[in-house]
């Protein structure tokens, strides 16, 4: 150690900020030093001179002055911040439920609207497109009701062969013709006193099913669209369906699959074809195989009446076709020279157009409960990237709409709350304007 | 226990929970010493009004945070010796349009003292106490303020560190030297006054 740091340590000695390693060392080194020793007794000399500059005192007007300035600081209760963060919560609170109001309103409406679209495709009889938005559900579509032993109970009963069998009600809300002929049995027979329409349903020895013409659509995912027309050709035509429509969109653009956005496409196509009711099932059964079904329904229409009525026409004309028969056989039995002949080509000709509207008959008495399916096919889109920077367009587009949205009812608040804001910052304004005059 | 005994910390803690009384206590026992610290530094007894003003004023804004080892005083003291160090700079500042660039910055100091009213009209051992502010006030700006709150306000070098914000040795350095000039500056103006 030094002299000069030895001298920083006499000072440090004086006050007693000294460890006691460096005590020792000053004490040895006053004892040894004599101009050391001089200035310590200097400094000590000196810090009692220095004493002698007195201590002052704030005058007690310099101390109110104090005081008043550093009270003024006190937080008041109105500081400025404290109204800015006030008012700025009040607005936010205010906008907040104004926004939630117009969003119920809003959604109310769509509700609404939803609703009247509902019911002006009911109105126009057009249910059918309200009935294909709900999913397939097997047990109920391909089922149907039958009233067990005049009981008013139900009971699912599997009707694949597309014949289905009915509620009481259902009987009820029908002609009585036609549930008589349907159960065999007659008008007076119906008409009778006590008679029970669901006992008698129950017990008629007669297979009374009833037609369905069944109505669908299945909507298929699959890894290719081309194979799959071809498959779903080869599948119908197994099972003796008739191709009534085939279409095949070759394309590489990307676009959502129906009702699910977040799965992409790009060929695709449609296929439509009837097929006899006991086929349906096996049919549907071997398209589901094809790919992933992403929607499926079945529609039934009751058509018992009209294939009644057809099976009476075929009967009538069969009955004709005998009766001409008949007539024949004994024209060219009995009849003599020309008015034989001419009897005979009349009673030919006549049988000929009467095969052929027997023909008509048996087709649309085929046709009636011939079921119609219509399969659409998506090819998927096997790049993840592609699908998603082809979703990005209509991602920016949806938040850019919701940003011009919330502009928009943004706007609108501003201008009907500007009034309001307008009065509440002059209000505050003034308020704080006096407190802060009273306290000064 | 009076208020009087409670310590800073407690009384601070009383007063952020509204307790008027305690910062009342606490102004009752800073007032003088920071005024009288203030004022020895800047020599302006306007200045040192503004800076006991400014230490209370930035504690009533909760300035101040109350936690273990950070003691009021050596904070009410930084404030007050912050505040003190822009007033001499802005008056440095306006001296230096008005002094050429020769002057030394002692004299600097000891005119910056002379500009407003001053301390030593006000003491009552006048002649003294003008000699050795005239010392005091010839000491460089840290010189002066390590002494001053050794001195005058029995500040530890612990304390001094932490209201000069610098090492204990710088402080132990500061304080030697201070006393070695007056060593030599102030007998013979003792001499001279006599």
């Known amino acids: 150690m030094n002299h000069e740091e030895i001298k920083i340590l006499i000072s440090a000695y004086l006050d007693g900020e000294v460890t006691p390693s460096e005590k020792d060392i000053v004490e040895e080194h006053l004892r040894s030093c004599e101009s050391c020793h001089k200035d310590f007794q200097m400094y000590r000399a000196m810090s009692s001179s220095l004493k002698k500059w007195t201590n002052e005192s704030l005058s007690p007007d310099e101390e109110i002055n104090v005081q008043k300035r550093f009270e003024q600081r006190r937080a008041p209760m109105f500081t400025k911040r404290r109204v800015a963060v006030f008012t700025s919560v009040l607005v936010a609170m205010i906008v907040g439920v104004m926004v939630q109001t117009l969003i119920n309103r809003q959604s109310m409406g769509r509700l609404t609207s939803s609703a009247s679209d509902v019911g002006d495709q009911y109105a126009d009889g ?6 294909k938005s709900t999913q397939y559900e097997p047990s109920y579509m391909q089922s149907d009701y039958r009233a067990r032993d005049g009981e008013q109970e139900a009971q699912y009963i599997d009707s694949s062969l597309g014949a289905v069998t009915h509620p009481v009600e259902f009987l009820a809300a029908r002609p009585v013709e036609v549930n008589a002929r349907f159960m065999g049995m007659s008008d007076a027979q119906l008409a009778a006193p006590g008679f029970n329409m669901a006992r008698a349903y129950a017990s008629s020895p007669i297979n009374y099913q009833s037609k369905v013409r069944k109505t669908g659509m299945v909507g298929l995912l699959v890894e290719d669209a081309g194979k799959t027309q071809v498959e779903l050709e080869n599948v119908i035509a197994k099972y003796n369906g008739i191709i009534v429509d085939s279409q095949f969109n070759q394309s590489t653009e990307e676009r959502a699959v129906p009702r699910q956005n977040n799965r992409m496409y790009t060929s695709s196509g449609t296929v439509v074809f009837t097929v006899l009711p006991e086929n349906l099932r096996k049919v549907l059964l071997e398209i589901r195989k094809l790919g992933d079904v992403i929607l499926e329904n079945q529609n039934g229409e009751d058509v018992t009446q009209q294939y009644l009525e057809s099976q009476q026409r075929l009967d009538n004309d069969q009955q004709i076709m005998d009766r001409f028969h008949k007539i024949l056989e004994r024209n060219i039995h009995n009849a003599d020279g020309v008015q034989k002949i001419d009897n005979v080509q009349q009673i030919e000709s006549e049988m000929e157009e009467l095969q052929s509207v027997i023909q008509q008959d048996k087709l649309s008495l085929t046709q009636t409960d011939m079921a119609t399916m219509t399969v659409s096919f998506y090819e998927k889109s096997d790049n993840p990237f592609k699908s998603m920077m082809n979703k990005w367009p209509m991602m920016f587009q949806r938040s850019y709409e919701g940003f ?16 309001f804001i307008v009065v509440v910052s002059l209000v505050l304004w003034a308020a704080l304007y006096l407190i802060k005059k009273y306290l000064k | 226990m009076s208020i009087e005994e409670i310590d800073d910390q407690e009384l601070i803690r009383r007063f952020y929970q509204a307790d ?25 007894r306007a200045d040192a009004e503004d ?26 003291y930084t404030v007050a010796r912050n505040l003190c160090l822009t007033k001499l700079r802005s008056q440095r500042k306006l001296y230096s349009l008005w002094f050429t660039k020769n002057d030394s910055e002692e004299k600097q100091s000891i ?5 407003g009213p001053i301390a030593r009209d006000l003491l009552h051992d006048k002649e003294l106490s003008q000699i050795i502010q005239k010392a005091i006030n010839k000491l460089p700006s840290e010189q002066r303020q390590a002494l001053l709150l050794k001195e005058y306000h029995g500040f530890s070098y612990q304390e001094i560190v932490q209201v000069l914000d610098c090492s204990l040795e710088k402080v132990k350095v500061l304080i030697f030297r201070a006393r070695a000039f007056l060593k030599e500056v102030l007998p013979p103006l003792l001499k001279e006054g006599r």
């Not at chain 1, 057009?126 to 009935?131: D, K």
């Not at chain 1, 011009?404 to 009034?419: D, E, H, R, T, Y």
């Not at chain 2, 109350?66 to 009410?76: I, L, M, P, R």
């Open chain 1, 404 to 419: 011009v949205n919330a502009i928009g009812i943004m706007m609108v608040l501003f201008s009907s709350l500007l009034p």
């Open chain 2, 51 to 76: 800076a006991v003003s400014h230490t209370f004023m930035m504690l009533c804004e909760k300035r101040y945070v109350v936690k273990e080892g950070a003691s009021f005083k050596t904070w009410a």
């Open chain 2, 111 to 115: 005119e910056i003292a002379d500009h």
């Open chain 1, 126 to 131: 057009n249910t059918n497109e309200i009935r």
């Open chain 2, 20 to 44: 008027e009384d305690a910062l009342k206590m606490i102004f009752k026992r800073y007032k003088d010493s920071l005024f009288n610290f203030s004022l020895r530094y800047t020599g302006n």
